[in-house]
C-alpha cells in the first residue's frame, strides 16, 4: 500500500487543500463521466481532502470522511477484498459506514461489507439551455443567513447537507425572501474538478407553487455554469415532485446511485 494521508481537519484552509492522491488521478479526473460515477470519492481527495484520511495502492484507493453524521467510505477500484482490507485502516471492525455509489461499485460493497440499507437515487446532470433559466427573486446567500437557511430546514424537517460549519463553504447558495423571511432556498453541496453538485433545495410549505424552488435552484445553476463547470444533483427515486422540478429545469437521469449503509466485518 502507498500510504495512509491523515490529514488535519483543523486547517484554516481544510476545503481547498487537495491530498497527494488528487494530483495521481488528475487525468481520470479530466474526464467528466468518471468524474461524476465517483462524485464522492473525488471529493474526498480534492475539496473534503483536509477532514478524510485516505488508504490507496494503485489497484484500490478507500477515503474516509469524518464530516457526516455516520463515517462516509468512498472507493476507487475493483476489488472487494481490497476495499474491505483498506476499510480497517479507516475504521475499526463492526464500525457503521454509509457509502453512496454507482451500479458497478455497489456489487463491490456488497461483498466487501455487511449491507443494513440500500436507498437508491437518481444522478442528474444539467444538459438545457442556460438562456431559458429564470433566477426571478432569488438572491445570493452569504455567512449571515446560516440561521435563517437553518430555521427554514428545521421548519420542513428537512437535513441540511454540509461539509464545513459555513453556509456556502462549498459554494453559492441563493434565497428568496418574503418580508424579511428565508422561504425558499437552493446551495451548492459539493465543487469538484469541473463540476458542481447543489442541493438543499427548501420552500416554505405555504409559499409552494410559486416557482420559488425552481427560481433559487436556476440561480445557483447559472452562477456554476459561468464558471464552466457541469451541475449535477441526487435526488431520491422515489421522490417524484424533485425528479420533476429537475426534468422541468434540463436535467437528465445520467444514473442510478445508492446510497449504503454497511458494517465492517
Same mark, same amino acid.
Not at 54 to 74: E, N, Q, Y
Given at each position: 500500500?502507498?500510504?495512509?494521508?491523515?490529514? /488535519?481537519? /483543523?486547517?484554516?484552509?481544510?476545503?481547498?487543500?487537495?491530498?497527494?492522491? #488528487?494530483?495521481?488521478?488528475?487525468?481520470?479526473?479530466?474526464?467528466?463521466?468518471?468524474? @461524476?460515477?465517483?462524485?464522492?470519492?473525488?471529493?474526498?481527495? %480534492?475539496?473534503? !481532502?483536509?477532514?478524510?484520511?485516505?488508504?490507496?495502492?494503485?489497484?484500490?484507493?478507500? !477515503?474516509?470522511?469524518?464530516? @457526516?453524521?455516520?463515517?462516509?467510505?468512498?472507493?476507487?477500484?475493483?476489488?472487494?477484498?481490497?476495499?474491505?482490507?483498506?476499510?480497517?485502516?479507516?475504521?475499526?471492525?463492526?464500525?457503521?459506514?454509509?457509502?453512496?455509489?454507482?451500479?458497478?461499485?455497489?456489487?463491490?460493497?456488497?461483498?466487501?461489507?455487511?449491507?443494513?440499507?440500500?436507498?437508491?437515487?437518481?444522478?442528474?446532470? =444539467?444538459?438545457?439551455?442556460?438562456?431559458?433559466?429564470? #433566477?426571478?427573486? !432569488?438572491?445570493?446567500?452569504?455567512? /449571515?443567513?446560516?440561521?435563517?437557511?437553518?430555521?427554514?430546514?428545521?421548519?420542513?424537517?428537512?437535513?441540511?447537507?454540509?461539509?464545513?460549519?459555513? @453556509?456556502?463553504?462549498?459554494?453559492?447558495?441563493?434565497?428568496?425572501?418574503?418580508?424579511?423571511?428565508?422561504?425558499?432556498?437552493?446551495?451548492?453541496?459539493?465543487? @469538484?474538478?469541473?463540476?458542481?453538485?447543489?442541493?438543499?433545495?427548501? %420552500?416554505?410549505?405555504? =409559499?409552494?407553487?410559486?416557482?420559488?424552488?425552481? +427560481?433559487?435552484? !436556476? #440561480?445557483?445553476?447559472? *452562477?456554476?455554469?459561468?464558471?464552466?463547470?457541469?451541475?449535477?444533483?441526487?435526488?431520491?427515486?422515489? /421522490?417524484? #415532485? +424533485?425528479?420533476?422540478?429537475? *426534468?422541468?429545469?434540463?436535467? %437528465?437521469?445520467?444514473?442510478?446511485? =445508492? +446510497?449504503?449503509?454497511?458494517?465492517?466485518?
Amino acid at each position: 500500500m502507498g500510504f495512509l494521508d491523515a490529514a /488535519n481537519a /483543523n486547517s484554516s484552509s481544510s476545503l481547498d487543500r487537495p491530498s497527494p492522491l #488528487a494530483s495521481q488521478i488528475e487525468s481520470q479526473m479530466r474526464d467528466l463521466d468518471w468524474t @461524476l460515477a465517483h462524485f464522492t470519492f473525488v471529493a474526498n481527495v %480534492t475539496t473534503l !481532502a483536509a477532514g478524510c484520511d485516505i488508504a490507496h495502492s494503485p489497484t484500490m484507493s478507500v !477515503a474516509s470522511c469524518r464530516a @457526516l453524521p455516520t463515517l462516509g467510505l468512498a472507493f476507487a477500484g475493483e476489488s472487494s477484498d481490497l476495499l474491505a482490507t483498506y476499510a480497517t485502516f479507516l475504521a475499526a471492525s463492526g464500525s457503521a459506514v454509509s457509502l453512496f455509489v454507482s451500479e458497478e461499485q455497489r456489487q463491490v460493497v456488497e461483498s466487501a461489507f455487511d449491507v443494513e440499507s440500500v436507498e437508491p437515487n437518481w444522478q442528474m446532470l =444539467y444538459r438545457g439551455a442556460p438562456g431559458d433559466l429564470d #433566477a426571478g427573486a !432569488a438572491v445570493e446567500l452569504v455567512g /449571515n443567513d446560516l440561521s435563517a437557511a437553518q430555521s427554514l430546514a428545521r421548519a420542513e424537517r428537512f437535513e441540511l447537507i454540509c461539509f464545513s460549519d459555513q @453556509l456556502v463553504g462549498q459554494g453559492p447558495g441563493y434565497g428568496i425572501w418574503e418580508r424579511g423571511k428565508l422561504v425558499a432556498m437552493g446551495m451548492t453541496t459539493l465543487v @469538484l474538478p469541473g463540476a458542481a453538485q447543489i442541493g438543499n433545495i427548501v %420552500t416554505c410549505s405555504e =409559499y409552494r407553487r410559486h416557482g420559488y424552488a425552481s +427560481a433559487v435552484t !436556476a #440561480a445557483v445553476l447559472k *452562477d456554476h455554469l459561468a464558471q464552466g463547470r457541469s451541475v449535477f444533483v441526487v435526488v431520491d427515486q422515489a /421522490n417524484s #415532485a +424533485a425528479i420533476a422540478l429537475f *426534468d422541468h429545469l434540463g436535467f %437528465t437521469r445520467e444514473r442510478p446511485m =445508492y +446510497a449504503m449503509r454497511c458494517v465492517l466485518r
